[in-house]
């Protein structure tokens, strides 16, 4: 493996990686850690080509840029190597030449959320942890369920009693110890992280554990990869905690120190305006490490934090690569649910599509330009909130059993007939 040390984002002070679990023993809670590598190294031992080559398109293709041992054993379940679609009529409707829908909907568990799941489940396989536990809105918990399930690791889980349906009914089904808290995620992240410690269950609590974004950073490899290693100009990314934007970001500057890629893409970061701490920090160009809980409230479930866990990194990620923030009310949310479906086949729940109306709201705000190449990264499927998706999805017609009454609705909808 070619880790060489953990460095906190607020401190700089680095440490061996055998040395912290979570986060920076002297800053707390806001002491994310960067995983950093011996890039001399890797770019010596790892030709681009050697990954092209390898007939594994899940995450594992990328092992040797990922924080594990190389005879580490990894889950069965093929997490990544999602596609990435050209969506030439969304493009059009957007006024974009080129845009492309990343849909990591299509991961196991039916979010991205398992590219994180997978890598630290690999390695809590490898240290001999014997329980997990974390915090999740309900992708990452499901993520965690599906993945230790796959390689008999029991989990225990804090969601939000609030949490979509098809959510609690993913952690039940894979047989995680499920604790429905009487409270928002906040809650249910503090509650993961007593019991960590009293405990000594190994956490993947986004933000704390500094391995869940190395993981996410596969997505970003994908669509380098995908895209013959052009980067693309922007990339457009839901967020809550903040974690994935940050991984999407690492992923692209891994790229870059390997010199795989030769640009940074600009990253649009979406949150909802009921639950927007980081674009109100960047809005005013405040330090992140400074932020003060807010009491969010989103239909889009899987970004609603009210600190984000990992804001000190989001919000380096948008700055460091000359992006932007943009806040979407709801109900721009939920409409885009159905014209995403309708022009790009992707079928996203509320914080996944998201990222329509953000780039649209990016578009109005000029931090995107038409000629530029653009991809809207889905994180998660919309078979996950049936709820939501069904206010926005429209009505069917009731018939009775009569080909004239069909005749009649047919006509009313100027459907065409060929004869
Ligand atoms: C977790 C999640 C997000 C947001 O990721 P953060 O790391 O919390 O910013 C967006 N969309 C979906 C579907 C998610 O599950
Ligand atoms: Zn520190």
Redesign the pocket.
Known sequence: MFVSELRCVICGRTYRPDEVKYTCPVCGHVGTLDVLYDYDALRRAVPRETIERNPDSSIWRYRSLLPLAADAKVPPMMVGGTPLYQSPRLAEHLGLNHVWVKDD?RNPTG???DRASALVTARAMAEGIQVMTTAS????AAALAGLTASVGLPAVIFVPASAPEAKIAQLLIYGAKVMLVQGNYDAAFDLAVAASERYGWYNRN?GMNPYTLEG?KTVSFEIAEQLSWQAPDVVV???????????VHKGFRDLLELGWINRMPRLIGVQAAGSAACYDVWKRGGDPATMQPINAQTV?D??S?DL?H?GVK?VRAVRETKGAFVSVPDQDILDGIPVLARLSGVFA?P??A?VYAGVRAAMSEGHVRPDERVVLLV??SGL?DIRSAMRVAGAGYPVVPDIEEVEKIRAALNLPVFK
């Open positions: 909907g979010s991205l959320k809105t309900g992708n990452a986004t996410k990314v839901s967020v809550g905690d903040g974690n994935i934007i940050s991984g889009a899987s970004i934090s984000p990992d989001a729940e914080a996944g998201a994180t998660g996950k």
